[in-house]
């Protein structure tokens, strides 16, 4: 089993950044792709990035490439998503998931989930 634990949401401006974290326990996460997704108010869940578990490879919604950038530090078995230029529509509880070896952007892929956390950009 892996538990994931997002933090770094919060309140910022519209044009600000954020990063958010991922840390997870019970397993090493240096076999698991993973990846972010968001869900708006009222929305479907919607995938953000993703990257593979060799660290070569990532994944971006046109809606956030070149402003979102995926990491991870698997020493520390974290990942993190530094978000910037952020927009009104960015607004959402992250998630961050993992799956065995190969990024995607299907959520159903995904194995395990952490609890999300909250971005609010205002305008």
């Known amino acids: 089993q892996v538990q994931l634990v997002e933090s770094g949401g919060g309140l910022v401006q519209a044009g600000g950044s954020l990063r958010l974290s991922c840390a997870a326990s019970?397993?090493?996460?240096?076999?698991?792709?993973m990846g972010w997704f968001r869900r708006a108010p009222g929305k479907e869940r919607e995938f953000v990035a993703a990257?593979?578990?060799?660290?070569?490879?990532?994944l971006y919604a046109d809606s956030v490439k070149g402003r979102f950038f995926i990491s991870r530090d698997n020493a520390k078995n974290t990942v993190y998503l530094q978000m910037n230029s952020l927009k009104p529509e960015d607004t959402a509880v992250y998630y961050c998931?993992?799956?065995?070896?190969?990024?995607?952007?299907?959520?159903?892929?995904?194995?395990?989930w952490g609890q999300g956390t909250q971005v609010t950009v205002s305008s």
């Open positions: 998931a993992a799956k065995w070896l190969i990024e995607s952007r299907r959520p159903y892929e995904y194995d395990y």
């Open positions: 990257i593979s578990w060799t660290d070569s490879s990532s």
């Open positions: 019970g397993r090493t996460l240096s076999n698991y792709a």
